[in-house]
């Protein structure tokens, strides 16, 4: 068989990372597809600037025409991030029968069903292990390894940067704004932490696992979303006290036809898996009705990790090159879109409470909980020297989003209350 032609789309630290993989492991590639792999030309903005792998400077180009348009080039490998432009270029590689391999969670989160429909459409694959959790193959696990099972709940650490962030605060006491300088002097961070920091990014990825999991097109904006940022010391350390451990967590879950997918700061109790998991690791627990549960779990982003699921796709678009079954391995969702109304969620909370310090505040509060039907599993009170304020931990059983945020909001109406300085998802194991 000949040898076949790559297009690499951006040549960043995961560019490198597929150029370094494909050099070193070239033995093992031909052993796996039988056939030589080449990278034939590789797209950049400055083909002057200095890298830190060496590349012939012949392969570089600024002109995605001569990757695009060159018909010896069989597969693109997209890493160069960005929406606009690049959706327009894997389309049209797409078009002209290119196979496409991408990592770009952005992308796939937005406009992954039109590609998808395209790549069907000119018989290509569309593979993009890569865009969710780097080298963990969670993607391939849900297609393959659980394809005959019914998938009733993922729920994860799919952001690297913010469980560096919250495990430091947690281990070490430290503020979230110091963390956060250190999280981006160590590269875990950009410049603009936004995307990580205030959830979008695992958002992205769990629209992503929503739609492969429950087999339903979930789109970007079904996902509910809240970050970090105003996660305090404070918190951290009343969790500790009553044995619980705060993550971003992303959540998808199916219950009949219907399903709910946010991401969220969460406390989870001490012993549930995922609590362990520690700095920029990421981990996905995912609940089927045959298997039961299991969890995948590993480095959620960097160069080689990343590049390794890259060229991981890689070898799967090269087999489907040699058995002509390129293009077959999309399946479009077997269910309509059902999302749940908030009536249908249900949750556990931690509340911070700052009240009055006066006879019957307690009573009060207690009895707004329990005109919804709402009890309390864990209570902490404790005064506070100024202003004859007190500060009320709640850890509520199980309750309705309808009636916590009821609740909220006559908790925020009550005189006594002076402030609810924080709310939370709790998850037991």
Do not use: W
Not at 148 to 154: C, E, N
Not at 358 to 370: N, P
Request: proline content about 2%.
């Amino acid at each position: 068989m000949k040898a076949i032609s790559i297009g690499l789309l951006g040549l960043g630290t995961v560019g490198a990372g597929v150029i370094q993989i494909i050099k070193n492991h070239q033995d093992k590639l031909m052993h796996q597809v039988g056939c030589p792999v080449i990278i034939k030309k590789i797209l950049v903005q400055d083909i002057n600037k200095t890298r830190s792998i060496e590349v012939e400077k012949e392969l570089l180009t600024s002109n995605a025409d001569e990757i695009l348009n060159d018909k010896e080039i069989d597969v693109i490998i997209e890493v160069m991030g960005g929406v606009g432009a690049t959706k327009d270029y894997l389309i049209n590689a797409l078009r002209q029968g290119k196979h496409v391999v991408t990592a770009n969670k952005d992308l796939m989160a937005l406009h992954g069903s039109e590609l998808l429909t395209v790549a069907s459409e000119h018989g290509c694959d569309l593979f993009y292990e890569a865009s969710v959790a780097g080298g963990i193959p969670i993607l391939r696990g849900l297609v393959d390894g659980l394809a005959s099972d019914r998938i009733t709940q993922m729920m994860g650490i799919v952001n690297g940067t913010t469980n560096y962030i919250l495990t430091k605060m947690s281990n070490e006491g430290r503020s979230y704004d110091e963390v956060l300088k250190e999280a981006q002097a160590l590269g875990f961070a950009e410049a603009d932490p936004t995307s990580d920091v205030e959830g979008l990014d695992a958002a992205r990825k769990m629209a992503i696992l929503a739609t492969l999991g429950f087999s339903m097109h979930i789109d970007l904006e079904d996902v509910e979303v809240s970050g970090i940022s105003n996660v305090t010391e404070e918190d951290l350390r009343y969790g500790e006290q009553l044995g619980y451990t705060m993550k971003l967590i992303g959540y998808a879950h199916r219950e009949e036809e219907k399903v709910e997918v946010s991401v969220a700061p969460t406390f989870l109790s001490d012993n549930h898996p995922l609590a362990s998991v520690q700095n920029e690791y990421n981990a996905v627990y995912v609940y089927g009705e045959a298997v039961g549960e299991t969890m995948f779990y590993g480095p959620g982003a960097g160069s080689l990790p990343t590049a390794t699921a890259v060229v991981s796709d890689l070898v799967a678009v090269i087999k489907n090159l040699r058995l002509g079954v390129n293009g077959r391995s999309a399946v479009t969702p077997q269910y309509s879109k059902q999302l749940k109304d908030d009536g249908e969620k249900f949750s556990k909370y931690f509340l911070r409470i700052h009240v009055q310090d006066e006879v019957g505040v307690f009573a009060e509060i207690t009895s707004i909980f329990a005109k919804h039907g709402v009890s309390f599993e864990k209570i902490l009170q404790l005064p506070i020297k100024k202003n004859e304020t007190s500060e009320i931990v709640l850890v509520t059983h199980r309750s309705s989003l309808t009636d916590y945020d009821q609740i909220l909001q006559k908790l925020t109406d009550l005189d006594a209350v002076k402030e609810i300085k924080s709310a939370y998802r709790v998850v037991r194991n």
